[in-house]
């Protein structure tokens, strides 16, 4: 997978697009990658609200309790732009949406390190800041691996290719 090394994180783009069936099969698509970048990075930020929301009905601590709070809202929204995106039939639409929020989202200030700062340290808190991260590192192999199927933000974006008819 030569796209994944083109990636800020290639050994995670391997071993998480590894993982999947078609991407082993598909060779070096980059479009074909960044479609599963979007469904894996939808997935790894579930489960990472699935575990905050888990430990929203545990925790006693309020500061610990608005960290996973805020963190959970944050992810779920961001999952929710990729969730968005799958199904689109325009592909360079979809990618373009998704790069489009992932823009947005970094010139946001928020961040869960941020929303946990006060948070006494625990397993939890611990645990929360690595899902987090990991998901934020699978959105940067996700951007570029969009930027490579769909070339970077200020390049125009490729035509469809169309069929000549070759009847008089």
Same mark, same amino acid.
């Given at each position: 997978?030569?796209? /994944?090394?083109?990636?800020?994180?290639?050994?995670?783009?391997?071993?998480? %697009?590894?993982?999947?069936? +078609?991407?082993?099969?598909?060779?070096?698509?980059?479009?074909?990658? *960044?479609?599963?970048?979007?469904?894996? *990075?939808?997935?790894?930020?579930? #489960?990472?609200?699935?575990?905050?929301?888990?430990? %929203?009905?545990?925790?006693?601590?309020?500061?610990?309790?608005?960290?996973?709070?805020?963190?959970?809202?944050?992810?779920?929204?961001?999952?929710?732009?990729?969730?968005?995106?799958?199904?689109?039939?325009?592909?360079?639409?979809?990618?373009?949406?998704?790069?489009?929020?992932?823009?947005?989202?970094?010139?946001?200030?928020?961040?869960?390190?941020?929303? /946990?700062?006060? #948070? !006494? !340290?625990?397993?939890?808190? *611990?645990?929360? %800041?690595?899902?987090? +991260?990991?998901?934020?590192?699978?959105?940067?192999?996700?951007?570029?691996?969009? +930027?490579? *199927?769909?070339?970077?933000?200020?390049?125009?974006?490729?035509?469809?290719?169309?069929?000549?008819?070759?009847?008089?």
């Amino acid at each position: 997978m030569m796209a /994944c090394a083109k990636t800020p994180h290639p050994d995670v783009c391997i071993t998480v %697009l590894s993982a999947i069936p +078609e991407c082993r099969a598909g060779g070096d698509n980059p479009q074909l990658l *960044a479609e599963h970048a979007i469904r894996s *990075a939808a997935a790894i930020g579930a #489960a990472a609200g699935t575990f905050a929301h888990a430990e %929203l009905d545990i925790v006693k601590d309020t500061d610990t309790w608005q960290c996973l709070d805020e963190c959970a809202e944050d992810i779920e929204e961001a999952v929710s732009h990729l969730d968005d995106s799958e199904g689109d039939v325009d592909i360079a639409a979809k990618f373009r949406d998704v790069r489009l929020f992932m823009d947005v989202a970094d010139r946001d200030t928020w961040s869960c390190e941020e929303s /946990c700062r006060d #948070a !006494p !340290p625990s397993p939890v808190k *611990a645990t929360m %800041l690595d899902k987090n +991260e990991a998901f934020e590192r699978f959105l940067r192999i996700t951007r570029s691996l969009i +930027e490579q *199927a769909i070339g970077p933000v200020d390049a125009p974006t490729p035509e469809p290719a169309t069929t000549t008819d070759s009847s008089p």
